[in-house]
């Protein structure tokens, strides 16, 4: 069974400091892989995902994420961080060519921005 | 346009009642999705439904769970004879089709459901 290790429960950053949030996956064949935000009080919102093509993958607001095969990661970095970036990330990984068990989250890490 | 919508927003409710939230998925979404975001477990699916399709019941955590879906689109998570660890948000997402993971996964603010 596929499972995704996020092994970083808090992270606390510095407003304007780089980030780096990991992202281990256990899967057999080629996963899809996705990261989620979730902000207080709001829904889970898709930053990036990657299916196949270039392991570096650009999403919404400045994020990115590297896909490694070699070391089963997909770990989300932004080089500047702003305060509104404080927040609950997720990483999910989904069974490549169906999705009819849904995605297998990370549970998840903490992000804390200092001022 | 609208988002997934979900309801109640909140519920509070006693052990052993039963429980019914509501999830109305994006117009035109054919897949919908159920899942769990509780302290000790993180975020686990549930549930997927493909428009008119009996659904993957695979991963409901008791029989004491189920849903349904009507019409293709508007799903209902029921409860019943609610336990303390039934406890958690409720989420829901729809995406344009369940036959690829590539079509993303919308989600729905929750439903926080509390058992007394």
């Known amino acids: 069974a596929q499972s995704v290790t996020q092994p970083d429960i808090h992270i606390t950053v510095s407003e304007g400091a780089s980030l780096e949030l990991r992202c281990n996956y256990s899967?057999?064949?080629?996963?899809?892989l996705f990261w989620y935000v979730q902000s207080p009080g709001q829904g889970l919102q898709l930053l990036l995902k990657y299916f196949s093509g270039d392991t570096l993958v650009q999403g919404i607001k400045g994020f990115e994420a590297e896909f490694k095969r070699s070391q089963s990661s997909f770990n989300l970095r932004k080089p500047s961080v702003h305060w509104s970036d404080a927040a609950e990330y997720f990483c999910a990984v989904g069974e490549s060519g169906g999705g009819a068990d849904g995605l297998t989250f990370g549970k998840g890490t903490h992000l804390i921005i200092q001022p | 346009g609208a988002g997934v919508s979900q309801s109640p927003s909140n519920k509070v409710t006693e052990k052993g009642k039963d429980v019914e939230l509501r999830c109305d998925p994006i117009?035109?979404?054919?897949?919908l999705y159920w899942y769990r975001q509780s302290l000790g477990q993180g975020l686990e699916f549930l549930i997927y439904f493909q428009g008119n399709s009996a659904p993957d019941k695979s991963g409901l955590p008791s029989d004491r769970f189920s849903a349904e879906r009507t019409g293709g689109s508007v799903s209902t998570l029921t409860i019943q004879r609610t336990q303390q660890e039934d406890s958690a948000v409720y989420l829901c997402?729809?995406?344009?089709?369940?036959?690829?993971?590539?079509?993303?996964?919308?989600f729905g603010p929750g439903t926080r459901l509390l058992v007394l």
């Open positions: 117009s035109g979404h054919t897949a």
């Open positions: 997402a729809s995406s344009l089709a369940v036959s690829t993971l590539q079509e993303t996964q919308y």
């Open positions: 899967y057999g064949a080629t996963p899809y």
